[in-house]
């Protein structure tokens, strides 16, 4: 078998089957069941965090979070992203406008905001990518003097902090992923994290096609539930979270050891807090030589991922092209070596020698 760019971390199978056991037994699956709510819970106490609505997945997290905040209009938001970031904007019916981004730490430049501000303009949205955390005080302070509501696409957050306060406390809402190929996952799976129990209460609304406590409908909602068993898996797997956490910093860092002796490859660089070693990104000098080391290494067992490639404005088929040079520049050039629990340390070891070799034999 190849060794993929991620694979998820799972807890032992008995693990899950025990918590399934109850599911059985109760017969209930979903609509905000009990190991939903123990999940939730947990993931607070875990994490430290206030106001966290479970739901399917990370995209519909964040077209939760569009309208819970009745956005309508312009949202600035990166050109370094996944696709599902500007998908949920267009499904909001909104307009995703693209900002460009340093090319190092590979957030949006928040330098680069304000030039983009319209009178249409309802929220920025930027994404902590790969985990490291953006210049969240910049990004505050614009929202502030614009009066702009700031969304984070916190998909990769989960675990990564700021002075001990998680990243997914910043911003009116952050909306996350629990996707199988994330830190935390319940195999599809995601969250809004609200910064007041009234959007709090608002996005579980919103998450159950808009019903009060009576069953009235009293928003505009949909169907964001997320079932018990997906919750089950969760639940198990929150257990092993410090572990899963702690073998990722390791890897990254035995990585980052391994290649820094080359000087041709750039690190994404660390502004501020400490992120969750969910990625482990390299930046070449040119786009043949990232097509060089992937060629390698996949004849070798090895299968990196470009996150994220191409550029997200680039893709006219859904979006009007806007320019944003820096991230087209880097999605070219920037590949993620394989990352993931219980990766082992020998791949991490075969995988660093042959990014050596084919760099060194091509300088
Ligand atoms: N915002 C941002 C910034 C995001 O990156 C994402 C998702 C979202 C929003 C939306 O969140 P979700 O709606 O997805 O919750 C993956 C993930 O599907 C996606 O969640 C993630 N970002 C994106 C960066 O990566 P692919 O197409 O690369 O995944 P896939 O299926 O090829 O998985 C990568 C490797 O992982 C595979 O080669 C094998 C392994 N794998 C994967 C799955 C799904 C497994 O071993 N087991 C599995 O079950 O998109």
């Not at 739901?55 to 209009?73: D, P, Y």
């Not at 970031?85 to 957030?107: G, M, Q, R, Y």
Request: with cysteine.
């Amino acid at each position: 078998m190849p060794i993929f760019v991620s694979q998820p971390s799972l807890a032992p199978l008995e693990e899950v089957t025990e918590l399934l056991k109850g599911v059985w037994q109760r017969g209930i699956l979903t609509h905000n069941g009990p190991l939903v709510q123990q999940f939730e819970n947990e993931v607070c106490k875990k994490l430290n965090l206030n106001n966290f609505v479970v739901v399917s997945n990370g995209t519909i997290a964040i077209q939760m979070a569009i309208k819970a905040l009745e956005l309508e209009g312009e949202i600035i938001t990166t050109a370094f992203t996944w696709i599902a970031t500007v998908s949920a904007i267009k499904w909001e019916h909104c307009t995703p406008v693209f900002c460009d981004v340093d090319p190092e730490t590979l957030n949006i430049d928040p330098t680069k905001i304000e030039a983009l501000i319209t009178p249409r303009t309802k929220a920025i949205m930027p994404v902590h990518v790969f985990g490291n955390p953006c210049d969240v005080d910049a990004i505050e302070a614009i929202a502030k003097k614009h009066n702009l509501k700031v969304i984070y696409d916190a998909a990769h957050a989960v675990g990564s902090h700021i002075n001990g306060k998680s990243l997914l406390e910043f911003g009116d809402i952050a909306a996350t992923s629990l996707h199988a190929t994330k830190l935390l996952n319940t195999g599809e799976g995601g969250g809004c994290i609200a910064n007041s129990t009234e959007l709090y209460e608002k996005l579980k609304r919103i998450r159950f096609f808009g019903h009060d406590d009576a069953k009235d409908i009293v928003e505009d909602g949909f169907n964001g539930k997320l079932t018990e068993v997906h919750a089950a898996l969760g639940l198990a797997n929150l257990k092993y979270f410090d572990e899963v956490l702690a073998d990722r910093k390791n890897k990254y860092l035995l990585y980052k050891n391994l290649l820094s002796n080359n000087e041709t490859l750039v690190f994404q660089r660390i502004d501020r807090g400490e992120p969750n070693y969910s990625y482990f990104p390299v930046i070449f000098k040119s786009e043949e030589l990232l097509l060089q080391v992937e060629k390698t290494l996949t004849e070798n067992g090895f299968v990196p991922r470009r996150y994220f490639y191409p550029s997200v404005n680039t893709f006219t088929k859904v979006v009007n092209y806007q320019p944003c040079p820096q991230s087209e520049n880097v999605a070219k050039r920037i590949l993620c070596l394989p990352l993931f629990w219980n990766i082992g340390e020998e791949n991490v070891r075969k995988i660093a020698e042959i990014v050596n070799e084919v760099v060194t034999i091509s300088v």
